[in-house]
């Protein structure tokens, strides 16, 4: 029987011109995530990463804590398929052509004018809509790999993560919340592709999501956990 631990990346850049850029906070994140498996005395025969630099940095700030306490940490793979989807840049990208016939997006830019200490609520239930029904193929977007595709990556990434993980290992993955959406609903069969989505919402960054692999088969052990952070650490972007 094996062990995978999927990590979700510490907190992103939300706002900045490039997202992908772990925030001071998601560099924090990161270092008390290595602190606390360094704690838990938690060996790694392998280690994967998705191509994003959130997902790197995220593992090399974990990687830095065991090297700090002489600790072995392998060098990690990358995996395409750990990669998280574009439905961020697929909204920016629909965003204005939606705000002139979608009735709910409307609304929501309303209230955020007539109450601006509601414009970060407004836009994250904004783009929950969104990723919903790009999900489910009711909005398309010109340019942005489909929700269909990522998906097909992520069983692609899987599918080689599986064949390379050996007898009684523990391995490290280190990705995104999407991702982990993914592979959980692969593991569960959730319903829909909308269930898949508003998953992504409830990921904590430095979360983890275990699974374990027995054979050919492939289950989830725990989903979302947290450990080692603080209520003032916790964040979900």
């Given at each position: 029987?094996?062990?995978?631990?999927?990590?979700?990346?510490?907190?992103?850049?939300?706002?900045?011109?490039?997202?992908?850029?772990?925030?001071?906070?998601?560099r924090?994140?990161?270092?008390?995530?290595?602190?606390?498996?360094?704690?838990?005395?938690?060996?790694?025969?392998?280690?994967?990463?998705?191509?994003?630099?959130r997902?790197?940095?995220?593992?090399?700030g974990?990687?830095?804590?065991?090297?700090?306490?002489?600790?072995?940490?392998?060098?990690?793979?990358?995996?395409?398929?750990?990669?998280?989807?574009?439905?961020?840049?697929?909204?920016?990208?629909?965003?204005?052509?939606?705000?002139e016939?979608?009735?709910?997006?409307?609304?929501?830019?309303?209230?955020?004018?007539?109450?601006?200490?509601?414009?970060?609520?407004n836009?994250?239930?904004?783009?929950?809509?969104?990723?919903?029904?790009?999900a489910?193929?009711?909005?398309?977007?010109?340019?942005?790999?489909?929700?269909?595709?990522?998906?097909?990556?992520?069983?692609?990434?899987?599918?080689?993560?599986?064949?390379?993980?050996?007898?009684?290992?523990?391995?490290?993955?280190?990705?995104?919340?999407?991702?982990?959406?993914?592979?959980?609903?692969?593991?569960?069969?959730l319903?829909?592709?909308?269930?898949?989505?508003?998953?992504?919402?409830?990921?904590?960054?430095?979360?983890?999501?275990?699974?374990?692999?027995?054979?050919?088969?492939?289950?989830?052990?725990?989903?979302?956990?947290?450990?080692?952070?603080?209520?003032?650490?916790?964040?979900?972007?």
């Amino acid at each position: 029987m094996s062990k995978l631990y999927f990590f979700r990346h510490g907190q992103a850049s939300l706002g900045a011109d490039n997202y992908d850029v772990l925030s001071p906070k998601g560099r924090e994140q990161a270092s008390l995530l290595g602190d606390y498996l360094v704690r838990e005395k938690l060996n790694f025969d392998q280690v994967f990463v998705g191509p994003l630099e959130r997902q790197k940095d995220t593992y090399k700030g974990v990687k830095e804590c065991y090297e700090d306490n002489e600790f072995a940490f392998p060098a990690a793979v990358e995996i395409k398929g750990l990669k998280e989807h574009q439905g961020i840049k697929a909204m920016k990208i629909a965003l204005p052509a939606l705000m002139e016939t979608d009735e709910y997006l409307k609304k929501l830019s309303l209230s955020s004018k007539q109450n601006p200490s509601l414009a970060m609520r407004n836009g994250m239930l904004g783009f929950q809509y969104f990723l919903g029904n790009w999900a489910e193929g009711h909005f398309s977007v010109d340019g942005i790999p489909s929700w269909k595709s990522f998906r097909e990556e992520v069983r692609e990434g899987l599918e080689e993560i599986l064949a390379a993980t050996q007898k009684g290992e523990n391995v490290a993955l280190f990705t995104s919340g999407g991702t982990i959406s993914a592979i959980t609903a692969e593991c569960l069969g959730l319903p829909t592709e909308k269930a898949v989505a508003e998953l992504n919402f409830s990921i904590r960054n430095t979360s983890f999501t275990t699974f374990l692999l027995t054979g050919e088969k492939f289950n989830l052990l725990s989903f979302n956990e947290l450990p080692h952070l603080k209520k003032d650490m916790i964040t979900f972007v």
